[in-house]
């Protein structure tokens, strides 16, 4: 891929098939590792996902990634866990993420707190996910917090979630897709989960 800059929205709307890939930011407190893996990829993807706190272990924050992403030259999705944050904080995030120019954000409940190595963290779980889609849809359409306060300036994301693909069971209906999609989930990081007895 060459040429001028397209956003993961522009892509998804005119691109026969789209590539993203997925970073796990550094345990560091200098951009020189994350900038080296964000040019091995430039080029060649059309964003980049930058994990918040992959596997209940403290990394390098997912906006800040996003915004080094960003400063590259590549769309940044900016992955925000619903473990680590209170809505207060979420929305102060995004608010700053929109600042940056970040539009793209992929919002999750995040992996467990026992599976990092900080077991004793306290897991927030403020809000879950579908209210952050609804926190995003508000700030996008009524340029409003949670709370009802009016934003100077209205945000413009492009909001996304996952789901863990699976082989159906009998009746089964994609209910918490459905869910998502009417809360404003406009792409899907998917997940495959194969039935063991099959491998």
């Given at each position: 891929?060459?040429?001028?800059?397209?956003?993961?929205?522009?892509?998804?709307?005119?691109?026969?098939?789209?590539?993203?890939?997925?970073?796990?930011?550094?345990v560091?407190?200098?951009?020189?590792?994350?900038?080296?893996?964000?040019?091995?990829?430039k080029?060649?993807?059309?964003?980049?996902?930058?994990?918040?706190?992959?596997?209940?272990?403290?990394?390098?924050?997912?906006?800040?990634g996003?915004?080094?992403?960003?400063?590259?030259?590549?769309?940044?999705?900016?992955?925000?866990?619903?473990?680590?944050?209170?809505?207060?904080?979420?929305?102060?995030n995004?608010?700053?993420?929109?600042?940056?120019?970040?539009?793209?954000?992929?919002?999750?409940?995040?992996?467990?707190?026992?599976?990092?190595?900080?077991?004793?963290?306290?897991?927030?779980?403020?809000?879950?996910?579908?209210?952050?889609?609804?926190?995003?849809?508000?700030?996008?359409?009524?340029?409003?917090?949670?709370?009802?306060?009016?934003?100077?300036?209205?945000?413009?994301?492009?909001?996304?979630?996952?789901?863990?693909?699976?082989?159906?069971?009998?009746?089964?209906?994609?209910?918490?897709?459905?869910?998502?999609?009417?809360?404003?989930?406009?792409?899907?990081?998917?997940?495959?989960?194969?039935?063991?007895?099959?491998?």
């Amino acid at each position: 891929m060459t040429g001028k800059f397209k956003s993961l929205k522009q892509a998804l709307q005119s691109e026969p098939f789209v590539i993203t890939a997925e970073i796990p930011p550094p345990v560091s407190a200098g951009p020189a590792e994350l900038e080296a893996k964000i040019d091995l990829l430039k080029g060649s993807v059309h964003a980049i996902n930058i994990t918040d706190n992959a596997g209940a272990v403290a990394h390098m924050s997912s906006l800040a990634g996003s915004a080094i992403v960003l400063n590259r030259g590549i769309d940044p999705i900016f992955q925000i866990t619903c473990r680590d944050r209170n809505r207060l904080a979420i929305q102060s995030n995004l608010m700053g993420a929109s600042a940056l120019g970040i539009r793209n954000v992929l919002v999750m409940g995040g992996d467990p707190i026992k599976k990092g190595n900080q077991p004793d963290a306290k897991a927030v779980f403020d809000v879950n996910a579908k209210t952050v889609l609804n926190i995003i849809n508000d700030m996008n359409i009524k340029g409003q917090t949670m709370g009802g306060r009016e934003l100077a300036t209205k945000a413009n994301f492009f909001p996304g979630s996952t789901a863990i693909i699976h082989d159906p069971v009998k009746n089964w209906k994609p209910t918490a897709l459905e869910t998502k999609v009417k809360a404003g989930t406009k792409f899907i990081q998917t997940q495959f989960c194969y039935d063991s007895d099959v491998l």
